[in-house]
């Protein structure tokens, strides 16, 4: 009887995170997609080719996620990866809805070819915390249509990822973390203090750790995806 109990309060769980993730998944979209409609109005392209360049996008990101890169202040589960320079690359584009699909496509292809470490969380966490970056960007850019814009959006947009990534970290991530992978929230904080001797919490381990962390991301990503993002649409004629 233990054993079934046990069982299922897994399956709980399980299921409780993908409903979680599916809500979420549908609220990005229906909040892209009413922006995308009633407000920015993008440049409108096939239904195929719009499904073309979301699949290349999202198939190129995807190979990107296995470029990551351990960093010396954070635990060895954040890694850096520059997988949403061709996420904007399309959400600049093609607008928000665009890129919301480009993130989920990414996340589920890198799933195919090369699984789950992180019992999904981390996963989850690349699509949520990565279309908080996205969307706040691709809405100024889409507003202003400039290179000021793209500027301000991408500025925006790495205070968004930092602000809400953090929040999300603390509030749901690492606890989620915690009970699907089986670790003790209390194993995660020590492989933060191997790191740093500071962290001795998870407020701790958000504040030195996966602010820094999402702020390092925002840059990098802003300066690579502006130095590249004209030179590409130009490429491809996206417009």
């Not at 470029?67 to 520059?82: G, Q, T, V």
């Not at 691709?138 to 249509?145: C, E, G, Q, S, V």
Request: proline share 4%; aromatic share 12%; with cysteine.
């Amino acid at each position: 009887m233990e054993k079934l109990a046990k069982l299922w309060a897994a399956m709980q769980e399980n299921v409780s995170f993908l409903l979680t993730c599916l809500l979420v998944f549908v609220v990005l979209f229906v909040v892209a997609m009413a922006l995308e409609r009633l407000w920015l109005k993008p440049t409108r392209q096939s239904a195929a080719r719009r499904a073309a360049y979301i699949g290349i996008f999202a198939a190129l990101a995807a190979v990107i996620m296995y470029l990551e890169i351990p960093l010396p202040f954070a635990p060895s589960f954040y890694k850096l990866d520059f997988s949403e320079v061709p996420v904007f690359i399309c959400s600049f584009s093609m607008g928000p809805v665009a890129g919301v699909v480009c993130e989920l496509v990414k996340v589920i292809l890198k799933l195919l070819l090369k699984g789950t470490t992180t019992a999904f969380v981390g996963d989850f966490a690349n699509f949520a915390v990565g279309c908080s970056f996205v969307l706040p960007a691709t809405i100024f850019y889409h507003a202003m249509k400039s290179k000021k814009g793209a500027i301000a959006g991408m500025a925006v947009g790495t205070v968004c990822m930092t602000v809400f990534g953090s929040l999300f970290n603390a509030v749901y991530l690492l606890p989620a973390f915690s009970k699907l992978y089986g670790m003790p929230l209390e194993a995660i904080i020590a492989m933060g203090t191997k790191v740093n001797g500071a962290i001795n919490s998870v407020s701790t381990l958000v504040l030195f750790a996966v602010v820094p962390f999402n702020l390092l991301k925002g840059v990098v990503v802003s300066v690579i995806t502006f130095l590249l993002y004209k030179r590409i649409e130009r490429l491809l004629k996206l417009r």
